[in-house]
């Protein structure tokens, strides 16, 4: 259908725990990843076979969250809020882009990302 907006590509898996160094160390060593990304203290992405983890600094638990590529993550963030979709918190600032959180109706986190745009972009 013309106009529709869905997300495209996979990007991510997103991973918490409390200390990313060790989440890297096993995600690396233990599943033979390679690591792609470590811009932040806070963050690092490592492909593991053809799928990129994302480790992110934070409680552990809840399972690996879904990250999905978008064009446009405020028009995205329109979409989800004329479906009546809760967003817990507002754009955060990720390596190359911004991301927008949201759950499905049993809670679930998924998140959308688009890169080659900030958060001053948004504002």
């Known amino acids: 259908m013309a106009g529709e907006i869905r997300p ?56 690996a969250q879904p990250r999905f590529r978008v064009q446009s993550v405020a028009m995205f963030r329109a979409h989800l809020q004329s479906h009546g979709v809760a967003i817990p918190e507002g754009y955060h600032a990720i390596p190359g882009g911004v991301e927008l959180d949201f759950a499905d109706p049993a809670g679930n986190l998924l998140g959308v990302v688009q890169y080659g745009v900030t958060l001053a972009d948004l504002a």
Do not use: M, S
């Open 8 to 63: 495209g590509l996979l990007d991510h898996l997103l991973v918490r725990g409390p200390d990313v160094t060790a989440l890297k160390a096993f995600y690396r060593d233990v599943l033979g990843g390679v690591v792609v990304e470590e811009a932040l203290p806070h963050w690092a992405r490592v492909r593991v076979a053809n799928i990129d983890v994302g480790l992110h600094a934070g409680e552990p638990g809840g399972g």
